[in-house]
C-alpha cells in the first residue's frame, strides 16, 4: 500500500469517527438546548478561573516588576467573572440576547421616526412603518424571551453540525462502494 493511500485510509477512518460525533453533540443540542447552554457556560467560568489563577501566578512571580500590577487585575477580573459565570449561567446566558434585543428594539424605533418623517413628507410610509414594528416586537421579544431565543439558536446549530454529520457520512459510504 502506498504512503498516500495510507494516509487517505487513515484520514477517510478519522472523517467517519468525526462525523458520528458532529451527528451526536449535534442531536444533544438539539434535544437539550438549555443545558448544553448551561454546561458550556460553567466550561467557560472554569477557563476564566484557570485564567485567573495563571494571572495571579504571574504577578506573584513577577510581583517585583511595576507592570506586575496590571496582571493582577487582570487575574481579579477574571476570578470574579469566573464565579459570576459559575454562579448564576443562566443569567450569562440571557445577557447577550437582552442586549441584542435592547439594540434592535433601538434601531426598531429610529426606523419608526424615519417612517412617520416619510408620512410627513407624503412619501410611502405604511411599509417602512410595518417594518419597523416588527423590528422593535422582534427586540422587546429578545430581551423579554431570551433564553428561548438562545435555546432557539443553539437547536438551530445543532441541526446544522447533524446535518454536516450525516453529509460527511453519507459522502464516505459513496466514496468507498466507488472503491476510492
Known sequence: MSNMKYRFEKFSKNNVL??????????????WPGKTLEVAAKILGIALLVGAAVSCFSWYRDRH???????????????????????APRGVITLLPKLIGAAIAVNG???????????????????????AALTIVAGLFLIFHSFSAMKAAVMVIGGIIVYNGVSNLLIESKYRKAGM
Open 109 to 131: 424605533v429610529l426606523n419608526l421616526a424615519q417612517a412617520l418623517e416619510m408620512r410627513k413628507q407624503g412619501g410611502s410610509w405604511l411599509g417602512p412603518v410595518i417594518m
Open 65 to 87: 516588576l511595576q507592570s506586575s500590577y496590571t496582571t493582577l487585575a487582570i487575574g481579579i477580573l477574571c476570578l470574579v467573572a469566573g464565579l459570576v459565570v459559575l454562579i
Open 18 to 31: 468525526l462525523s458520528i460525533l458532529m451527528v451526536i453533540l449535534g442531536l444533544l443540542l438539539i434535544l
